[in-house]
């Protein structure tokens, strides 16, 4: 059973940094194609980024020159930096998995498990 668990939100003021974290299990993020969405109520969830098993990362235009995202393959966690941070970053964030991506790594159709996310604020 593959569950995937974020941590790390909070709220932070505008021009912070937070580091969120995705601890996946049943589910080798290795070999998987990882990858963080954003949402805010009545807005369609958004791309941040994602990473497949041979490290390539892509990034949603607007957001590759202030988040990053990494995993540690050993411990099995996928992470997402963030620097600074903006009001219009508040959103719920959500970690996401597939075991392998057809198309658009961006995509949210493309992933099969997600984890409940954890709630970003960033205030003015």
């Known amino acids: 059973q593959v569950q995937l668990v974020e941590s790390g939100g909070g709220s932070v003021q505008a021009g912070g940094s937070l580091k969120l974290s995705c601890v996946a299990s049943?589910?080798?993020?290795?070999?998987?194609?990882m990858a963080w969405f954003r949402q805010t109520p009545g807005k369609e969830r958004e791309a941040v980024a994602s990473t497949n098993s041979a490290g390539t990362t892509s990034y949603t235009n607007s957001l590759k020159e202030r988040f990053t995202i990494t995993k540690d393959n050993a411990k099995n966690i996928v992470y997402l930096e963030m620097s600074t941070l903006k009001p219009d970053d508040t959103a719920m964030y959500y970690c996401?998995?597939?075991?392998?991506?057809?198309?658009?790594?961006?995509?949210?159709?493309?992933?099969?498990?997600w984890g409940p996310g954890t709630q970003v604020t960033v205030s003015s």
């Open positions: 996401a998995a597939a075991l392998w991506v057809y198309g658009d790594s961006l995509r949210p159709n493309e992933y099969t498990y």
């Open positions: 049943g589910i080798t993020v290795a070999a998987a194609v």
